[in-house]
């Protein structure tokens, strides 16, 4: 017992979180009020989400300032076709892990990004640099996100962890507000090999079981 004690102590104090805010304007306000409004019916005065779910994303972007750009603007690339449709908001996630493990802070904990179908009002990114056959997520990412994953649960009622390609499970669960049945992406991010050792590493949180 001692000997785990003193593993979450150094596990804690290793890992720094490094704010690296995105632009978070007037605009880009208006744009998440309408997403909450528009896809999952939410009529806020502030763009914030109860967190109850942690989903873990790899970006495929090869580096920390290529993806830090990418979700920097409060519009999405002309280039995503695949869900402009559902609104003008750019994607963005609370948190950024680069390669070598470095924790980055985009957004509030508790401001809604665009990260995840269906489930933005209530769940927290996490962005992992990498992720292609060529650039396999690290160890140092990995200890990083047990390493989050521990420090949302302390501070947030967290139900559920999942991999954003998991996310479409929950189209019959009460957390599930996307008001279009035909708006989805398919999703392999972060791995099921990433999600498993994840998960591995964090069985004493207790998570709720993803539905079937
Ligand atoms: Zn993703």
């Known amino acids: 017992m001692a000997l785990l004690g003193m593993t979450l102590v150094s596990c804690q104090t290793t890992h720094e979180i490094i ?5 978070f304007d ?6 998440t009020l309408d997403y909450l409004s528009d896809r999952y019916g939410l009529e806020q005065q502030e763009p914030t989400i109860t967190p109850k779910m942690i989903v873990l994303h790899w970006t495929v972007i090869p580096t920390f300032d290529e993806s830090f750009e990418y979700f920097k603007g409060p519009i999405l690339a002309s280039s995503r076709g695949d869900i402009n449709s559902a609104g003008q908001l750019n994607v963005s996630s609370q948190f950024m892990v ?10 509030p904990e508790t401001t809604m990004a665009r990260h995840v179908i269906g489930l933005n009002h209530c769940a927290i990114g996490i962005e992992n ?27 947030y009622d967290i139900d559920y962890l ?24 398919e999703k392999s991010d972060p791995g099921e090999d990433f999600m498993k050792s994840v ?11 993803i539905p079937e």
Not at 199 to 206: G, I, M, S, V
């Open 19 to 23: 704010d690296k805010p995105i632009i």
């Open 26 to 31: 007037a605009e880009r306000k208006q744009l």
């Open 162 to 185: 999942i991999g954003h390609y998991e996310y479409t499970k929950f189209e019959d669960h009460p957390l599930w507000l996307e008001v279009d049945d035909s708006y989805r992406t």
């Open 129 to 155: 640099i990498g992720g292609t056959k060529d650039l396999p997520l690290t160890p140092a990412q990995l200890k990083s996100n047990i390493f989050l994953v521990n420090y949302l649960t302390e501070k």
């Open 199 to 209: 998960r591995q590493a964090t069985k004493n949180l207790n998570f709720k079981s």
């Open 98 to 107: 680069d390669r070598d493990g470095t924790i980055y802070r985009l957004l």
